[in-house]
């Protein structure tokens, strides 16, 4: 091992607390951290606490101490079932983390995390810097999210001198107490050549925002250890506690299109014969049919995304996907008002638990994309929420697209006219569900404004990784078709040749 | 492949319904079952649809065409889902079932489910038929537990003569277009010796309730076999819907006990010196570490049970406990009012979800046997539900048991003037969290109830799998000392010599 690299020269000045000091300290700092998790209980806030380092016996005593000082029944323990899930490892690396995420008022615990799954990622598969980098620019984004939504996020580094650590390590392999705290991994990243030493100085570096930044703690002398970072997260959480809950003001929808809005470019008089449609439609729906299955052999994953306004046909034309996809290998899954437990937690949260494992179909019928019509529309939230949401959902899709899954969105554009029309023949349907609520003719004052959100949804999220297909929804024939055949290329062209 | 047994020979009499008689029925079939998705929804209860059998593409087919009939955005499709996974292949069987069981309202459809995965198991690992019957008995207090919760329980088996099975194995296989439908476990199973089917007779013998019986549908041809489980669904259902809710009674609580309470034998005046705690203590939580490291590596998981009355001490002696436990293998969970999800599915469902991998443990703060305390005492539920909890939860802890998991269960047992005493000195503990409330001391108008509630509990879940132990707990020292001798205790039976 070489000498320890600039970032953490800081961290090897011999820091020590002696035992007197120390347990007169951690009187005074447990009653604090447990009120703190007392009043957090009650706030719209969570705290997300990372311990990381090289020193990995030091970073599971903290977690004991931790688990020690505060209330364990109110810490969520994210060690014992993160790691090594084949579940997860299906998945893109911060999936598992993203389920994992605390509700308001409560406080998650990782032990290495997100850093260290992407370290190891690296080191496993021995990623070029240029996939380094772009993986430590997803992690960046992510803390980031979080922190946009309020959460508290405190990220620990635990610095042994690397002297210290062999030595550690040496120690361990002999003392059958602690040699269980070094998973074999540990051995093997960090007796590699170095090369560890320096992918982890440049995640710090990439991840050492204003809003998460890293703490480097000496790690050498367990007591200057444990009582800085206890400190560290009383402090934190002190802090925000201090601050007065955010009141998010619901505000009148404003927007307007520059120019021409993008749903004008639609040709709503597209239109498609039955003859024509019902031999396209077996024709699209068998070779749709072939594709998934080769899809599904080669561990390719499909997203479908349905956007529109009430009666632009999102169902008519997901019955028509579905009914190609093979059944065994799809889920449709309808969003509506979140719930309980979806209203705790960052509003991707629901959509990260949901993302398909490899050669799966998932059929969203409305989508994120929420964030940016509905609750922009009718002001559900702060505007600058669903401003940022742009990013935050460009983002989780390019998280999407970096783990092979091909993402399709389709915006169903009719007229108002058209929908005028869909509603009244509603009310001769045999079928309840289509009864109309007074909700129904109520959405359609807001025609405009949603046209404007659809319009801004478009230009800020068609990426070459997602792209959005809007489709002339006026004549359904003509939109089914073009869901297939939206999706018959996109498969086709991920795949090639298939037969 | 012999001739086919008994049971199934009624589904081989050669039903079948023409192509004109089928389109005019399912145009009728369609609307009453859409109409009963939507009235569905409204209601407090779900429907779990099984599709099984011998025919495999005969289930995905059905499966297709009820996606195509139905609306696919309210069904819940937990075949892609639902198998191989390796973190369900670590818990019991069930778990994966239970974990994924629809909320109120909704339906969930299994392919294969859990009769399949039993049947799996049986074959794979080559059970005797002792043990397999325990298996189905499993499988049958499942369904009954379902059904008991008002769950709508439908189960199909598709069966084809052996004749024709074979013949439609030997086509798929040569068929590129079907050949996906048949796994290459199929092939496995129905090329056997004969002994699957066996095993099936057995399985449909064994689990076919007057709650939740077996349809065995012919499914030789695909219009009767669609038809006719369409048909069969949509009675179910309607029958279902047609019934008016339950009203659910609260009922002041009621009960009293024969003879001695088996907490009064608790002898409340056992106590320890804080010398002797201090000394065991140290000792105990060492040996224990020791013990559960070799448990994880082992892959025997725990489960501890902590209940009592408020202030009986569960959180220190949970503290205590968690101190010794390896913390990257270990969780608390605090067990509150059931969140929205939760009150949507039975009352175990959020304790199935967290049934702990092999070499994990879990402390529960609380726990299921909420059922026959406070909802019990407090007359949340009606009478029926909690006195046929006792038998739901032996049957859940023989699960976790029969999957070499470790339950310990501790009730705390204080007597009133030692809690008035507590509640009385928490007023000055600088924590926050032990500021009382106005329901501290109201709760301790049902002390009795709770006791008697507390003996009734006792005396028929205390099983030799997952016994009770009683705590004298005014004295806390004492209380602690136990809970560490009673978890060394049983991993030593259960481990034998660690060192």
Redesign the interface.
């Given at each position: 091992m070489n000498e320890s690299s600039g970032l953490f020269a800081a961290a090897e000045v011999g820091n020590r607390v002696d035992k007197e000091d120390y347990a007169e300290q951690i009187a005074e700092l447990r009653?604090e951290l447990?009120?703190q998790?007392?009043?957090l209980r009650e706030r719209k806030f969570s705290v997300v606490l990372l311990i990381a380092g090289d020193d990995r016996p030091g970073a599971?005593d903290v977690?004991?101490t931790l688990?020690?000082w505060m209330?364990?029944?109110?810490?969520l323990?994210h060690?014992?079932?993160s790691s090594d899930?084949?579940?997860d490892s299906e998945r893109p690396v911060l999936a598992r983390y993203w389920r994992r995420l605390p509700p308001d008022g409560r406080i998650g615990l990782f032990?290495g995390g997100w850093p260290s799954s992407t370290l190891r990622t690296a080191l496993e598969e021995d990623h070029d810097l240029a996939t380094y980098d772009v993986a430590l620019h997803h992690v960046a984004q992510f803390e980031k999210s979080l922190v946009d939504d309020d959460t508290v996020v405190l990220k620990f580094w635990l610095h042994l001198p690397r002297a210290v650590l062999q030595e550690r390590m040496e120690q361990a392999r002999r003392d059958p107490?602690t040699h269980?705290d070094f998973a074999q991994h540990d051995w093997e990243v960090f007796e590699h050549d170095g090369r560890a030493f320096d992918l982890i100085e440049r995640m710090v570096l990439h991840t050492n925002s204003v809003e998460a930044p890293w703490h480097i703690v000496e790690s050498t002398d367990f007591h200057y250890r444990n009582l800085t970072i206890g400190r560290a997260i009383a402090k934190a959480i002190g802090q925000r506690l201090a601050q007065p809950p955010l009141q998010q003001q619901a505000v009148p929808f404003e927007g307007e299109i520059i120019g021409q809005s993008l749903l004008d470019q639609v040709d709503l008089s597209a239109s498609l014969d039955t003859d024509t449609y019902d031999s396209q439609l077996v024709m699209l729906q068998a070779r749709l049919?072939?594709l998934a299955?080769a899809a599904?052999q080669a561990g390719v994953a499909c997203v479908f995304v349905f956007e529109g306004v009430d009666a632009a046909g999102k169902?008519g034309a997901?019955?028509r996907l579905?009914?190609a996809l093979?059944?065994?290998?799809?889920?449709?899954?309808?969003i509506g008002a979140p719930?309980?437990?979806e209203r705790a937690r960052h509003y991707l949260w629901r959509f990260w638990t949901r993302v398909p494992?490899p050669g799966?179909?998932v059929?969203f019928?409305r989508s994120w994309y929420g964030r940016v019509l509905i609750e922009r529309v009718e002001g559900l939230i702060a505007p600058a929420a669903w401003q940022r949401a742009y990013e935050e959902i460009n983002e989780f899709e390019a998280n999407l697209a970096d783990n092979d899954i091909i993402l399709a969105k389709f915006w169903l554009q009719i007229s108002e006219d058209e929908q005028l029309k869909r509603f009244e023949a509603r009310a001769d349907t045999?079928?309840?569900?289509y009864k109309l609520t007074p909700d129904d003719f109520r959405n359609r004052e807001n025609w405009q404004a949603y046209q404007i959100a659809a319009h801004d949804m478009v230009a800020r999220t068609s990426t070459s990784y997602a792209p959005w297909t809007l489709l002339a929804a006026n004549n359904k024939r003509h939109a089914r078709i073009q869901v297939l055949q939206t999706a018959v290329d996109l498969l086709q062209n991920r795949l090639g040749e298939v037969r």
């Open positions: 009653v447990l009120n998790q007392y009043d599971v977690l004991r688990h020690d209330d364990a029944r109110y810490l323990n060690v014992a079932f899930h084949a579940e032990l107490q269980w049919n072939q299955h599904n169902g997901i019955r579905v009914k093979p059944i065994q290998h799809t889920r449709v899954i309808p719930n309980e437990a494992k799966k179909n059929v019928d045999p079928y309840k569900k």
